[in-house]
Structure formats: C-alpha cells, structure tokens
C-alpha cells in the first residue's frame, strides 16, 4: 500500500519560516510527478506547488511565488516544501500527492490538477498567526 506521510507543520508567528517533508514510500518514487495542496478553514482544496519527476519543471501558486520552495530528493522519495515569510493566509492543511509513476506532465492536465493525483498524504496542519 501506497503511503506519503507529511512532516513538519506547526504554530508560527506571521514572517516566520516552515519547512514541510513528505516520504513517499513506492519504489517508482523517482518517476513520479509530486505537489503541495493546502485547505484553508472553509475552503476548498487548492494547489500550492508541483514538480515533476526529475526537478525539471516546477510550478507555484501566484501567491507564494518568492516565498515558497519545493524540491526533491529521489535517493531518498522525498518532497519537500520550504515556506518563508509566512502570513496568515497561508494557514491550513498542507498535503502532499503523487501520480502515477512514468506518467508525463504533458499527458496531464497540468500540475495544478488535482484531479491528475492518486496517491495523497493525510495532511500536516500549518497555523501562522498575526
């Protein structure tokens, strides 16, 4: 069984940084295409980074462009997620997804899809206070 467990969320004051973890536990780890989604208190699932499978093409959300950082390390199925100058409306639930491994970003319909997931984490809560 498929497991992608998160790490590294917390309580952080606004303008504080965060780095979050994820391991992906499937061998076909290094031929997967990986993202960080968030859900706010209310709302609804929305996409925060992606990468494809070899760190060739990443994407972020617009409103954490300069501040967020995702990487990858496949020696060791890892994802992570580096958040910097964290506001208050970053807070919420930060999940880790995977697709199927071998699958290109092309035949997608984009990072940002995430519908295009099939393997997701059970979320680490991130609360950034004013």
């Known amino acids: 069984q498929v497991q992608l467990v998160e790490s590294g969320g917390g309580l952080v004051q606004a303008g504080s940084s965060l780095r979050l973890s994820c391991i992906d536990s499937?061998?076909?780890?290094?031929?997967?295409?990986m993202a960080w989604f968030r859900q706010a208190p209310g709302k609804e699932r929305e996409f925060v980074a992606g990468?494809?499978?070899?760190?060739?093409?990443?994407k972020y959300q617009d409103s954490v462009k300069g501040r967020f950082t995702i990487s990858r390390d496949n020696a060791v199925s890892t994802v992570w997620l580096q958040m910097d100058s964290l506001k208050p409306e970053d807070t919420g639930v930060y999940y880790c997804?995977?697709?199927?491994?071998?699958?290109?970003?092309?035949?997608?319909?984009?990072?940002?899809?995430?519908?295009?997931?099939?393997?997701w984490g059970q979320g680490t809560e991130v609360t950034v206070s004013s």
């Open positions: 997804a995977g697709m199927r491994a071998y699958r290109p970003l092309s035949s997608t319909l984009g990072p940002s899809h995430s519908s295009e997931y099939d393997y």
């Open positions: 499937r061998r076909t780890f290094s031929s997967a295409n």
């Open positions: 990468i494809d499978w070899d760190g060739s093409v990443i």
